[in-house]
């Protein structure tokens, strides 16, 4: 039988959010929200993925992201790095990077835009795992990228011993099933949706790579916790109860509700970089009254 592979984490990652002010990444808030996870438990931090607004970041605003992540960090808990774009040569130039900064793993989504083959997807994945020496999760996300990565092909890079999970942002259940039934120890999936980690769990997923977790990380860690446990029904009730916090995070294109909840919060302003715009006047209404019923604020 195959050996399992070392896994980057179970239980809940936090998708963190990228603040700026005056044009400018805001490092003291940055580091503020990084203390907010830490002190919540979650088991990882993403940096630089969707939610942290990486299509807007520039190549040396990751690196330093990916080192104060790191500093701050200390060693208590994996630090992930979104380093994926839909140039094989950038996605490697950004993962050396994270690499050299001292990261745990990458998180690389599937190629946007040019749309490879199925062939190209493993090449791009392939080669990227053989190129570094830190762990590579896949990110399948096709609501943004137009396209998604067949099982087929992940479990022909489920075999890549440096390939060691996919981010499932499908919101397909079935899919899920189809992912872990082909691949087993050899690819753990993790939920990309906060309304699905308890199911995809209860069918042998491993957590979640979080956007509500920004907010409210202890709570997602332990529901991560007892769904890993076998408690489902512990679990489902947090799930449940969590749904309208969730659905209001994704009333607008993310991370605009999240970044605006967390101004609200005190922990970072709203500033969003074009394309993206700050949320609308309905959009605060409804996350006010929801962080207000929380006692968030």
Not at 120 to 128: E, I, P, S
Not at 153 to 182: C, F, M, P, Y
Not at 262 to 287: F, H, I, N, Q
């Amino acid at each position: 039988m195959k050996k399992s592979k070392k896994e980057l984490f179970q239980g809940c990652a936090t998708a963190i959010l990228t603040p700026f002010r005056d044009g400018e990444v805001d490092i003291p808030a940055f580091k503020r929200l990084i203390r907010c996870q830490l002190d919540g438990g979650v088991d990882a931090i993403v940096v630089a993925g969707t939610t942290g607004e990486a299509p807007t970041l520039d190549r040396d605003e990751r690196a330093l992201l990916f080192r104060v992540a790191v500093s701050e960090v200390s060693g208590q808990i994996p630090v992930i790095a979104g380093t994926g774009s839909n140039d094989t040569r950038h996605t490697v130039i950004f993962s050396k990077q994270a690499e050299e900064a001292g990261c745990d793993g990458v998180l690389a989504v599937v190629p946007y835009y040019n749309k490879g083959t199925e062939e190209g997807l493993y090449r791009h994945f392939a080669h990227l795992a053989d190129e570094i020496n830190i762990p590579v999760m896949v990110y399948n996300v096709p609501s943004r990228t137009g396209g998604s990565i067949s099982v087929t092909t992940l479990k022909r890079l489920s075999e890549h011993e440096n390939i060691v999970g996919i981010k499932e942002a499908s919101g397909q259940i079935n899919r899920s099933a189809d992912i872990i039934a082909a691949c087993g120890d050899s690819l753990p999936v993790f939920s990309g949706n906060d309304d699905m980690v308890v199911p995809l769990v209860s069918i042998g997923g491993r957590g979640v790579v979080s956007v509500i977790s920004n907010l409210l990380p202890r709570e997602m860690k332990q529901m991560c916790d007892l769904a890993l446990s076998g408690d489902f029904a512990a679990a489902a009730k947090i799930q449940i109860e969590l749904m309208p916090l969730i659905n209001a995070l994704f009333c607008e294109v993310n991370p605009v509700p999240v970044k605006m909840a967390a101004t609200m919060m005190g922990l970072c302003r709203p500033t969003v970089r074009l394309p993206l715009t700050e949320a609308s006047d309905a959009t605060k209404e409804r996350l006010r009254i929801l962080l207000d019923e929380r006692g968030l604020i």
